[in-house]
């Protein structure tokens, strides 16, 4: 299996369990650590890089082209915030 194909079910499986109920996350320093590292981790996985070999997480990111999971969160907390602005 390729690489894109590990990266789109990663996308479509896993990171929607990591973010689940994410807008009611109060987001803290701690949490977004855990968040990105818990990412990080399944995407070294995914390129097959152990946890001994050194390369960097940007070099990480690179590869697969993804952006950190706080980010993300980011921006479910603001499409969420819009909707119920709209609503109310």
Known sequence: M???TKVQLYN???LPI???AADTWS???ATSRRLD???QWCLRR???IPYTAHVTNEEVRRRTGQSPC???YHRIKTITSVRTYRTS
Do not use: P
Request: aromatic share 10%; proline share 0%; no cysteine.
């Open 37 to 39: 590292a818990s990412d």
């Open 46 to 48: 995914i390129l097959h």
């Open 12 to 14: 479509v499986y896993i």
């Open 18 to 20: 990591l973010l689940y």
């Open 2 to 4: 390729g690489l894109q």
């Open 27 to 29: 987001m803290t320093v």
């Open 70 to 72: 706080s980010h993300l």
